[in-house]
């Protein structure tokens, strides 16, 4: 069995969604001075790898606290997508991947790369509407890719968003598929239960017998 951690690390300093309020993370105390470690920190919802609840963009639904937990937990497939040259993932993109009611997908692009600077681009792989209307229709369960949005920056009335999870799809963005194979994997995704929260980051592992 191999488990590999495809959650990026919460730091100081790190990329995040223009206009968030960004990490800040403080030591307190430390064993060495005080007996005790303890550190404080401060972050938005949406911060590096982390959940959308359909509470993010749909007036009056449920918050991360309520998505159910078969959704976040069980077999999915990782998708490489790292040789298309188009910046929307199509529906013809998805001909091949064995889509059906509950399935969980993630979607490896190579956008990680920008995870790991310091300044937000203006363009990378994101999914097309047609293709999220495409996965609602299929019933699925999740849909995951590999930066902080799933959907193009700055679309008018957010449609991928809303399409996905006002279907009660899962949306994982942020995750770390750069060392990550494609094939089928068990998904662990669990983010705080934070009572009503638009949204949580989480720790999200794959397991491969």
Request: with cysteine; hydrophobic share 40%.
């Amino acid at each position: 069995m191999k488990i590999y951690d495809i959650s990026v690390p919460i730091k100081n300093n790190m990329l995040v969604w223009p206009g968030d309020i960004g990490v800040k993370i403080k030591t307190l105390a430390t064993v060495k001075k005080d007996g005790v470690g303890e550190s404080r920190f401060s972050f938005g919802s949406h911060t590096g790898t982390h959940v959308d609840a359909p509470k993010h963009f749909v007036q009056n639904a449920n918050g991360v606290d309520k998505i159910a937990l078969e959704k976040l937990v069980g077999e999915c497939v990782v998708v490489d997508l790292t040789s298309i040259d188009h910046k929307e993932i199509l529906i013809s993109d998805l001909k091949k991947v064995p889509v059906k009611k509950g399935s969980r997908i993630l979607f490896k692009t190579g956008n990680y790369k920008y995870l790991r600077g310091s300044v937000f681009p203006d363009s990378y792989v994101s999914l097309s509407v047609e293709a999220a209307e495409y996965l609602v229709q299929k019933e699925i369960f999740l849909v995951g890719i590999d930066f902080l949005g799933i959907e193009k920056r700055k679309n008018p009335g957010h449609p991928v968003h809303k399409t996905l999870l006002s279907a009660g799809v899962v949306n994982v963005e942020g995750l770390d598929l750069s060392e990550v194979e494609a094939g089928k994997y068990q998904l662990i995704c669990l983010p705080l239960k934070i009572k009503d929260c638009d949204g949580s980051p989480a720790r999200v592992i794959l397991v491969k017998e």
